[in-house]
């Protein structure tokens, strides 16, 4: 028997147990500092779950299948750690001063929620190659009225031509939050994803537009950046950016971001700490890259 059986057998019988959700409240009221296994613990299915950000409230749904809705459950609505907090309100502040937005590995649409949140007028182009992500994405939208503000693109970002295979059923316990191009597991019924460049998506619809961009795509983003040349050199786009250990020929990506002049910056608990090399980092994975000389974006005071 194994352990996704057991998890997704949990799921289907103790959360919707008479009482179990009130459990939850009081276990998220009263549980001790330092206990992080709580934020992992499934919470019922089908609540809506609030979520405070610097652009406003609002709501995710399907705690029970997000790990992102059911995490912000257990924090009561704050984004935690500090450094993912930094990145959110990072992201706020770019796409209200943007023409648009684009959130390449959307998953739920955290981001692309944000950024809708912190500019109405602004197009959002939300982008996963997971259709239960879309999905979930969707019901977002709806659950939040921004159906008709975001768009949501079942779409990878990455090589010229290529297609990928994506599961389209439910292929584990929760849904998961690192599918990358480089999936290969066999098994299940598949659809073709298109994968598109980030200059086929960028360059003939966004030359003289402010642009933002989220990237989150578990170690493939070499490829965003080396078919993405035109958009880096043209548009110049402000990039939030995950690194991971994993990541793929960092060297080389880089590389050419200091072909496009892009200054560096780890996101770190205290704010913006700036690097003449892109590198994991043990703690922090997420980067700003800017050819901003300067740029004001205040972290309220921020500390460990």
């Known amino acids: 028997m194994n352990s996704t059986f057991l998890k997704r057998l949990y799921k289907k019988t103790i959360p919707i147990m008479p009482g179990y959700y009130h459990l939850c409240l009081m276990l998220r009221k009263y549980r001790l500092k330092g206990w992080e296994w709580v934020n992992r613990v499934p919470v019922k299915p089908g609540i809506f779950v609030l979520v405070h950000s610097k652009a406003g409230d609002f709501y995710m749904s399907h705690p029970e299948r997000c790990s992102i809705a059911k995490k912000f459950f257990w924090t009561e609505g704050e984004r935690d750690p500090l450094e993912d907090k930094v990145a959110l309100d990072l992201f706020a502040d770019l796409s209200a ?91 299940g019924f598949r659809i073709q994803v298109p994968v598109k460049t980030l200059d ?3 360059v003939p619809n966004f030359i003289a537009k402010k642009l933002s961009i989220k990237i989150d795509v578990e170690g493939t983003e070499v490829d965003i950046f080396k078919y993405g040349r035109d958009t880096l050199n043209l548009i110049k786009p402000d990039i939030v950016c995950e690194v991971i250990p994993r990541t793929r020929e960092i060297d080389l990506y880089d590389k050419i971001l200091d072909e496009y002049s892009y200054r560096k910056y780890l996101i770190t608990s205290r704010g913006l700490k700036k690097f003449d090399r892109v590198k994991p980092d043990a703690r922090y994975k997420d980067w700003f890259f800017t050819t901003k000389d300067s740029f004001d974006f205040k972290t309220d005071g921020l500390s460990e």
């Not at 010229?160 to 480089?182: H, Q, V």
């Open 97 to 187: 001063c943007s023409d648009v937005v684009l959130d390449i590995g959307a998953n739920s649409g955290l981001f692309s929620l944000v950024a809708a949140k912190s500019n109405p007028l602004a197009k959002v182009v939300a982008l996963d190659i997971l259709p239960e992500a879309c999905r979930i994405l969707v019901d977002n939208l709806i659950l939040n009225n921004l159906l008709g503000i975001i768009e949501v693109q079942l779409t990878a970002v990455g090589p010229k031509g290529g297609i990928f295979y994506a599961p389209f059923n439910n292929i584990s316990s929760e849904m998961p939050t690192s599918l990358s191009l480089d999936y290969k597991e066999a098994g």
């Open 200 to 202: 086929e998506i960028c």
